[in-house]
Nanobody, 121 residues
Framework: QVQLVESGGGLVQPGGSLTLSCAAS????????MGWYRQAPGKQRELVGH???????RYADSVKGRFIISRDNAKSTAYLQMNSLKSEDTAVYYCTADIVLYSGQRPGWYWGQGTQVTVSS
């Protein structure tokens, strides 16, 4: 059993900053890529960015230069630092991870339950 739990969401003013965390737990042997997605009301879920277990990152053009993804492999945790937030960043943010279990199985991407980020004055 594997769980991904996001935290750190909330209400922030335009131009502000917020950092989300995603902690993985359970029968985990290895975590490969971890990623962040978001879904705004009435819109499809979209990629925010990904990070490999070696620390390489890639970002959606809409957040490049404003958001930073990092991870602490010892804590099985990924972070999403969001700066210069805009109203259009308002969404539910989801964490996802490509995980190999102790059993050797690699069932596919696991997802967290999501955390709400609202950017408003």
């Amino acid at each position: 059993q594997v769980q991904l739990v996001e935290s750190g969401g909330g209400l922030v003013q335009p131009g502000g900053s917020l950092t989300l965390s995603c902690a993985a737990s359970g029968s985990i042997e290895t975590i490969y890529d971890m990623g962040w997605y978001r879904q705004a009301p009435g819109k499809q879920r979209e990629l925010v960015g990904h990070i490999t277990n070696g620390g390489s990152t890639r970002y959606a053009d809409s957040v490049k230069g404003r958001f930073i993804i990092s991870r602490d492999n010892a804590k099985s945790t990924a972070y999403l630092q969001m700066n210069s937030l805009k109203s259009e960043d308002t969404a539910v943010y989801y964490c996802t991870a490509d995980i190999v279990l102790y059993s050797g199985q690699r069932p596919g991407w696991y997802w967290g339950q999501g955390t709400q980020v609202t950017v408003s004055s």
